[in-house]
């Protein structure tokens, strides 16, 4: 089968026609790495695109998004072992004091339809839990989402603490949100920032060299 | 002039006495300049022009489900959580399917207790000082707590009469209250909830003109029909939209976001004879972490900008909330009394 029919079942948002063609390419013994490689992130980076351009929005980026969800569900049980690994291991959540999700839940949809295995801490973490969960290891990046000017100081908090707790050369940092800018991310000490969710996992690729 | 007076004036596009200010403002910082200061004492120390209160805070705290995390039920059936702000954020939402529709059952607007808080500010202020009440908008309002985020957005794509019905539930809610409201004595409707990101707006123009302004337009027309002018807020960069909501009807917009790349004085030129501008001091720098010299300085450049012929309301880009410092905003309101006075002459 063509794996582009997945790449445009994702592009459209088409969740159903997406998860019968991800099962049809399985059934076909095609390999999980080219689904995901072939189909899912050309599909993703695409939808990417066209928000970068202004040409989707936050509706087109939700529904391509339980496309590639719903592709995964087929795709992850498949994943890890002897066929396709992850790009990585990825951590986030957003910082203490913030509890504004959507961001960061568009960023996870974007990195899993980029193969990344990620968990999600989940809202208003304080830094002492993203240490804890650093600490377990693993992780290759750890991404934090600040949606408010006055959390923002709990981005280089949360630094801070991995710093102290002897952890930030365990791992790379990613910062995003809202307010945040580049200029800024590297202020606190962050080794990459992200302004949305399809540049976060542009940039994640980047971060361990593989984009 | 009285606040109320300068106010209305703005909104008709003229030039009052002076260049009027109002603002939400937070415990925390009405602590710092009165302690024990109630919203409304801050306004009369302060001499603002006017008074506003939100709609949400009365259907927030409708019921306590976790003490220890701050989680309480709204009015709607959703879940919201509060943390060092004044105002909860979002959970849960009520509605989690079209089938929840079919069996649910409104919160009644008529009841008394909502309007304590207006009646008490009318007792105090009507005809003084305008008395701004906040109405959530029906996109913010399906998308934060009746549908929550991700199923709006879903819904708008792939089930747009779910979002047309939702809309008619939030409707009828909201003129009866807005009638209340009316008939106690409002001057002014505040139509608070968000259109647009920093980058840009949420949905595309062709959605915004199928699900946002249609309601807003609504909103706008029932508070025309009794005589109360509206003023519309949205953070975020509306630049491909603000004709939207000029053509709604609304009469004052809020903040022109800065940190969106809204320049006041380009919202000025390109339709300050459409709408009344309000706003745009930084509450994200100049407010919290600028000199009062640089808040002054915001301020009088804002004033400078905009205030030429009348049709400004100085306010902050959102409201003063708890990270402000009080200093600054202190500086702020002196700088609109030192630079606000019609004739302007800042050029």
Redesign the interface.
Known sequence: MNLKEISQAVIV?DADNCAGLTRKAIAQNIPVADILNKGLVPGLRRVGELFEK?EY???????SG?AVAKALEYLEPLMGGGGASYMGRYLIGTVQ????D?GK?IVIMMLRGNGWEVTDLGV?IPPEEFCAAVASGGYDIVGMSSLL??TMPNVARTIGALKAAGLRDKVKVMVGG??TTAEWAAQVGADAHA??GPMAAIAAAKLVGKS | MNGLERVMTALRLQEPDRVPHFERIARKVREAILPGASEEDIVEHLDLDGVRFIDRTHSWGYETVDEAKRIRRDQWGGLV?Y???DNP?P?EPAIKSEKDLETYVLPDPDEEWRYETLRQLVKRFKGERAIVVGVTDIFALGRENFLG??NY??A???NPPFIDRANEFLLDYQLKYMRNCIELGVDIFWVNGDWA????????RQ?TERFLAPPLKKLVDFAHGRGVPVIKHTDGNIW?IYDTIIDAGADGLHPIDP?AGMDIGEAKSRFGDKICLCGNVSC?FSL?SGTEEEARQETREVIRKAGKGGGLICMSSNSI???VNPQNYLAMVRAIREFGQYPLALD
């Open positions: 948002g202004g929005y936050l509706p087109e980026l939700i529904v339980d004091g913030d509890i504004h959507l839940n208003d000017t006055m809202a307010p302004k949305d | 959580r943390t060092t702000e954020v959970m985020d991700v957005f879903r708008m794509v792939k990101m920093t980058e840009r707006p949420m949905v595309s959605f491909p940190m994200a919290v909330h708890s990270g």
